[in-house]
């Protein structure tokens, strides 16, 4: 779909982030290159949506710097959203909203093309059409209220969001976890031709239904745990390092 | 329903409000102007309350300027001017809360204080703005009358319902977006504070101007309903904008033309066919 003259990469140097003075992020320093699918893996509350927001500008670490693309984004989500496309954590889609899926996915390219007021620009409907067909949302439902979709139907609308974009880094949090197995596999596909020239970055607490498509994985618990070839860091990581609870209840 | 109907329904109530002082003599051109601005700027800022769920503004507004309006009365007595005064301490105090809602403080928080705060200094402003601008002007301010509405007064609704029906629908597709992730809108590069700004600006202006002519009683009805309805019945920013602006003029020129043939309060009527909407609306679509 595009093609990106710098190659993508987002650069962390100690980053250190607390809320109310808990720990939730310390000393990260990592650097991330794409092109390619980099999984960012961890239990919960290990630090995975924060450091994606950290990336995205949405929070000031205490300390440290982050760059995107060789420019300090630190705390300026303004300027990380030059070069990065954001997607949250999600579950449920928002009860009350009366937005449209059409609507919403070209307001997420409209806001970044066009100035205020913002009426729709030139081929903007033809790659919010192509974004919302790559992510299997169908026709059918494009004039459907949010609020009228699915767990599963919503995080393919956020999905189309970010890609819609044309973003060369994209940040996505969770984003199969609504999916069922079957749309896991097809997202998985897109996931892995978009990352052909992208880095997308992707947090999961279960790396295998992207996993043949990994460049990279992240073991995160508040410090980076391994970081490497996905089978070699999920072989050499010692049981229970990321899921104690997990491993002693279950035996896994 | 389609946008179209939306449009011809507004152009119908607003036809009806216009044709209003030929079937009553009791209806003036100032009154159906202050009606027109009122259903324009309370139609239109409903929409985006409920698309950003700040339904804790439309609650504590109305308290700004029910304590703002005697205040202003009280610093200037007769010089004029006072409504400018009261306009200007809205927008200090909504501005206020805006930025504590910004810095994280609850909403419920906010509310309590604010309710509090101005609940306890209304009582006395308008124990002293009585003496000075007599109980007629005080009770104006608490139950509203646009029948008593001067053409200055009915002239300022109007402009000023216009100007934010234009800007609320300039910015309803931006603010609505807001509303499903503020995170993700802050990372697309939109500028989330100057459309907060924008729109906390537009709810003081319309409630501290719009209070005589609705009244502090009915103002969070007008400021709450036409949205939660339009959130019910239609889909799309624009769509869900126009639907309140229809509502709320439905609405009050159902108000008007009832409260003349009835004898009664027009604002408590217009609150009244709101609330019966609301039911209607929310029985026909969740059952």
Known sequence: ?252 | MDTRLYLALLIVSLVTLLITPKLYWVVSYPTVMAVIGSSLAFGSISALIAARRLYFLAHVTPHMALLAAPLSAIVLGHKGGDWILAVLLVLVLVWTSGYALYKGVSSDVIASIMVSFTASATVLALYYAQRIVGAGRVSQLILGDPLLVTSFEGLTALIVGLLVAVFSLSIAREVFFVGVSRETALVSGLKVWIYDFTLYTLMALSVAIMLRITGFLVTSVLTLLPGAIAVIVARGSLQVTLASITIASIASALGLLASISLNMPPSGVTGLILVTIYALARVARFG
């Open chain 1, 1 to 252: 779909m595009h093609e990106f003259k710098d190659i993508p990469m987002v650069r962390l140097d100690s980053v250190h982030v607390s809320f109310n003075g808990v720990r939730a992020l310390d000393s990260i320093s990592l650097e991330l290159r794409g092109p390619g699918i980099i999984q960012v893996l961890g239990p919960n509350g290990a630090g995975k949506s924060t450091l994606l927001k950290v990336i995205a500008g949405l929070i000031r670490p205490v300390r440290g710097s982050v760059y995107v693309n060789g420019v300090d984004v630190t705390g300026r989500s303004d300027v990380a959203g030059m070069f990065v496309a954001y997607m949250p954590q999600s579950n449920e889609p928002p009860g009350w909203s009366p937005l449209t899926v059409w609507e919403f996915v070209e307001t997420s390219v409209l806001t970044r093309k066009a100035r205020w007021p913002r009426f729709v620009v030139g081929g903007v409907r033809g790659v919010v059409e192509r974004c919302l067909s790559m992510v299997g949302v169908p026709r059918g439902s494009w004039y459907l209220r949010l609020s009228e979709l699915s767990g599963g139907m919503f995080q393919r609308v956020l999905i189309a969001s970010v890609l819609v974009t044309g973003a060369p880094i994209m940040l996505l949090d969770e984003p199969l976890a609504s999916v069922d197995p079957e749309g896991r596999v097809a997202l998985s596909r897109v996931l892995s031709q978009l990352a052909t020239d992208r880095l997308v970055v992707v947090t999961s607490h279960d790396p295998h239904p992207l996993l043949e498509h990994t460049r990279l994985v992240v073991a995160l618990n508040k410090r980076v745990v391994a970081i490497g070839d996905p089978h070699e860091v999920l072989s050499r990581l010692a049981p229970g390092a990321l899921y104690p609870y997990w491993v002693s209840e279950h035996g896994h």
